[in-house]
């Protein structure tokens, strides 16, 4: 059975630009959460998202926004990035309270 | 507001040492769970281990253990006979009883590192 993959790998943006995470949760998973991990911290909740409705939102600005597909995969948009936004960030699918299951996450790199 | 400290920022230890990774939380929930995760260089968190908060029996898994005690709200993991594998940055994690694991409050992790 695949895990929770994410795509890209890496991705370097301009500041200003806006970048694009994709996430495809576990078959079977209807819920997929959003951490941003900066460098030696780490993971800050971002956003989660539950048969397709933001359900629960972290502690960041509205240029941070996303959304999940009928198939229960999820974007995750950064606008008008800025350098302190570069970070891996991390997606993560569950079922129930027992457990959660990550990607390997996109390492976002704003110059 | 939930709240986990891993005072520990790093840890070096060497091979066959045991090495104990500390987590003390803080939640108003009576009814909550505790997650350890390990997080290797590929970035991947890998899930180790879960405890909910009636629950305070501790766990014996091979060379890991986890010693959870409400009384002083820790939730310390032993790793015993240290090998070079086990270098990666562990998190402890909380989340409450009403969402899902997911959805959980992280420390900032202790990375460490066992030498050969």
């Known amino acids: 059975e695949a895990g929770v993959t994410q795509s890209p790998t890496h991705l370097i943006k301009t500041r200003g630009q806006q970048a694009t995470l994709r996430c495809s949760p576990i078959s079977g998973h209807t819920s997929v959460y959003w951490y941003q991990q900066a460098l030696g911290l780490g993971l800050q909740f971002l956003l989660w998202y539950d048969e397709g409705e933001e359900r629960n939102r972290g502690n960041f600005p509205p240029r941070f926004s996303g959304r999940q597909f009928p198939n229960y995969s999820s974007e995750l948009n950064v606008n008008a990035l800025e350098l302190e936004d570069s970070a891996l960030y991390l997606c993560?699918?569950?079922?129930?309270?027992?457990?959660?299951?990550f990607g390997q996450g996109t390492r976002l790199t704003v110059v | 507001a939930q709240k986990v400290t891993q005072a520990q920022t790093e840890i070096s230890v060497v091979e066959k040492e045991d090495v104990t990774l500390d987590c003390v939380y803080e939640t108003r929930d009576t009814t909550y769970y505790l997650f350890w995760y390990k997080q290797p260089p590929s970035g991947e968190l890998v899930f180790l281990i879960r405890?909910?908060?009636?629950?305070?029996q501790n766990e014996i898994s091979g060379r890991y253990s986890w010693n959870f005690q409400k009384s002083t709200s820790s939730f310390n993991f032993t790793i015993t006979a240290s090998q070079v594998v086990d270098s990666a940055v562990y998190f402890c994690?909380?989340?409450?009883?009403?969402?899902?694991?997911?959805?959980?409050?992280f420390g900032d992790g202790t990375t460490l590192t066992v030498k050969p």
């Open positions: 993560a699918s569950s079922l129930s309270k027992l457990e959660a299951f």
């Open positions: 994690a909380l989340s409450e009883a009403d969402t899902n694991a997911g959805k959980s409050t």
């Open positions: 405890r909910n908060s009636f629950d305070e």
